[in-house]
């Protein structure tokens, strides 16, 4: 039987320390060989998604250093349809050579620029929360707050300042009937990338709005709109803890709906790291009654193997 399952990126499968493009496309070369072994056996389908949350503010930043009458600076709406292409550009790229080189070239890797739905009168238009563009000291951050103050910065972690924007939720995708009908086993698709091109429905049509979707919130929309057996959400760590870098750190390994919903309430997961990916992945099970695995690209071989990660179910 053949399984599906939605691999959500985290941004360090992409960037590194080296933001130029040659060094994201190495990088990139070195996730999807990774990730070949899940299908190479033919019995996974698996349907992409990935961050773009420094991608997206570097190329505003890029924009700004640019921004004239005759050359305006785009708006944040239309940068991420920009890294939707870019970095499905890469992906295509990597995956392919990762492909050919293990004997699949018969898969084509399909990039998808994907509009997602969100409610104009989200709260988070009001709250931004998501963290775009590079880390900045002190200095740095109140530098930039000078020229850009009407921007909102917060601590990221223990690792510096960064920008954060709106991130609404997702409500479904305007290309749904596409996107659910294009996985199988010769077409590996990568779909709302950086959360989708946020947009709210109007009389007329769709209307972009400013904002970055969280990425692993719509890859549970994804993973649900796939029919997918499994969410994969990948980020830097093997396993989700609780007590973090504590004398009593504890890691999960399969945990349930209602042992998680403790756990957030203790307030054990970072907002704006490990809280929305336990989220995200908590609506899954939640909508699904399906399985959803939080882990590392280094860990998928030991997933494959045994199913190793933080395993959340029913």
């Given at each position: 039987m053949v399984r599906r399952i939605v691999v959500a990126l985290g941004g360090n499968a992409?960037?590194?320390?080296?933001?130029t493009a040659k060094a994201q496309q190495i990088a990139l070369e070195k996730t999807t060989e990774q990730l070949v072994p899940l299908i190479k056996d033919n019995?996974?389908?698996i349907v992409v998604t990935h961050g773009n949350g420094p991608q997206v503010g570097n190329?505003?930043?890029?924009?700004l250093e640019a921004n004239s009458a005759k050359n305006p600076a785009m708006p944040l709406d239309t940068a991420v349809a920009m890294t939707q292409g870019q970095i499905g550009y890469w992906m295509v790229q990597a995956f392919t050579k990762a492909l050919t080189k293990n004997g699949m070239g018969q898969v084509d890797v399909l990039p998808v620029v994907t509009r997602t739905v969100v409610d104009k009168n989200d709260p988070a238009f009001e709250k931004p929360t998501k963290p775009i563009g590079p880390f900045y000291d002190e200095a740095a951050r109140d530098e930039m707050l000078k020229q850009y103050p009407s921007w909102v910065f917060v601590e990221d972690s223990g690792r510096g300042y960064r920008?954060?924007?709106?991130?609404?939720?997702?409500s479904k995708f305007v290309e749904a009937k596409a996107l659910a009908a294009l996985p199988s086993k010769t077409v590996l698709p990568i779909v709302s990338?950086?959360?989708?091109?946020?947009?709210?429905?109007?009389?007329?049509?769709f209307e972009g709005v400013e904002a970055v979707i969280d990425k692993d919130f719509s890859a549970a929309k994804l993973a649900e709109l796939v029919?997918?057996?499994d969410l994969l959400i990948l980020t830097a760590v093997d396993n989700v803890y609780v007590n973090f870098n504590k004398p009593n750190q504890k890691k999960l390994e399969v945990v349930?709906?209602?042992?998680?919903?403790?756990?957030i309430s203790q307030g054990q997961f970072a907002a704006g790291s490990m809280l929305p990916k336990v989220q995200a992945a908590m609506e899954f099970v939640t909508r699904t009654g399906r399985s959803a695995t939080i882990t590392s690209l280094d860990n998928l071989p030991n997933f494959l193997a045994t199913g190793s990660g933080t395993r959340i179910m029913p």
């Open positions: 992409i960037l590194t320390d080296d933001p019995d996974v389908e190329l505003l930043l890029q924009q920008r954060v924007v709106p991130s609404p939720k997702p990338g950086g959360g989708g091109v946020p947009v709210i429905a109007t009389s007329e049509g029919s997918a057996d349930t709906i209602s042992e998680m919903a403790e756990y």
